[in-house]
């Protein structure tokens, strides 16, 4: 996928509080942030609760991807090895990060430049 293209994106972000990037494996969290990127700026779009935070299944990765398929980028401190492969197989972008959601997110777009010309 190439993000320098795309003039809209959205990003997935696993969190329990709403303010922190969730510190252990993408699929254990409460929750996903949906924040959506136009030209340099964010904003928050909607909160997704994960059904499968408790679940220990088999592919589970595959199943949280159905909650976030429509992002475009995943911002997460940890994600299995063949998890990390399902989902760029998929398409998705991974950034690992870990902190504050907002400073992750303005940390994402100086050090990506996503929109250079």
């Known amino acids: 996928m190439n993000l320098k293209n795309k003039r809209q994106m959205k990003i997935a972000i696993p969190t329990n509080d709403g303010e922190n990037i969730f510190q252990k494996m993408l699929g254990r969290a409460k929750e996903f942030h949906i924040y959506e990127i136009n030209e340099k700026k964010f904003r928050f779009i909607e909160k997704r609760n994960n059904p499968y935070e408790s679940t220990l299944q ?25 998890g990390i492969k399902r989902l760029k197989e998929r398409g998705l972008k991974l950034f690992f990060r870990n902190g504050k959601i907002k400073d992750e997110l303005r940390n994402l777009i100086v050090t990506e430049n996503f929109w250079k010309m």
Not at 62 to 76: F, T
């Open 58 to 82: 088999h592919l589970k990765t595959l199943d949280v991807y159905e909650l976030i398929s429509d992002c475009d980028i995943i911002i997460s401190s940890r994600i299995g090895k063949k």
